[in-house]
């Protein structure tokens, strides 16, 4: 079984500014995927990364898989309010998530 | 297609009773998860069909639990003689088990109060 390791657990920044979110282990996944969640709801994809070293761009947002797919990141450029969230991430080998980072932008 | 229906939305109960969730996947999709979330911890995996077939329980499926996905369809999850350490979010996802790099579709969950 994987241990995701996700870090920071809270994130409070300003709008406009950029921020990095982390998602770490010690194994090797195939494939892993990055949801966001907002209170009240059911988590919702916004991408899967399978190879190493693969980057993919959803407007603001940026996902890196690392060259050993062992970890991952995502950027947010320009935060605004509406990325508030709970961002997750998730390999689904062993259908595991992680704690989330709790993302906070305030106006 | 409307995406994942889970029901009731809320749910509250007392200690000792039996709840039961439903969940009606996507259509076409053959897998089935059942998650339990509490606040500030990200989704944990309980169990998961691949059409009617339970291939999979977590240890943290006790025997107070159970689910069934008798046609392959929509899925119920029963909770027997409630406590208060139910108290959570119930998320229903499903996925189609042939794409490879599948990511899951959730509902919007059940959230169950225990008083």
Known sequence: TQLLE????????QEGENLTVYCNSSSVF??????RQEPGEGPV???TVVTGGEV??????TFQFGDARKDSSLHITAAQPGDTGLYLCAVSDDMRFGAGTRLTVKP | DTGVSQDPRHKITKRGQNV????????EHNRLYWYRQTLGQGPEFLTYFQNEAQLEKSRLLSDRFSAERPKGSFSTL???????????????????ASDK??????GSGTRLTVV
Not at chain 1, 56 to 61: A, E, F, G, P, S
């Open chain 2, 20 to 27: 039961t969730f439903r969940c009606d996947p996507i259509s």
């Open chain 1, 6 to 13: 996700q870090s920071p657990q809270f994130l409070s920044i």
């Open chain 2, 78 to 96: 029963e909770i027997q003689r409630t406590e208060q350490g139910d108290s959570a979010m119930y998320l229903c996802a499903s996925s189609l």
């Open chain 1, 30 to 35: 195939s494939s892993l995927q990055w949801y």
């Open chain 2, 101 to 106: 790099y599948y990511g899951y579709t959730f």
């Open chain 1, 45 to 47: 994809l916004l991408v």
């Open chain 1, 56 to 61: 993919k761009k959803l407007k603001r947002l």
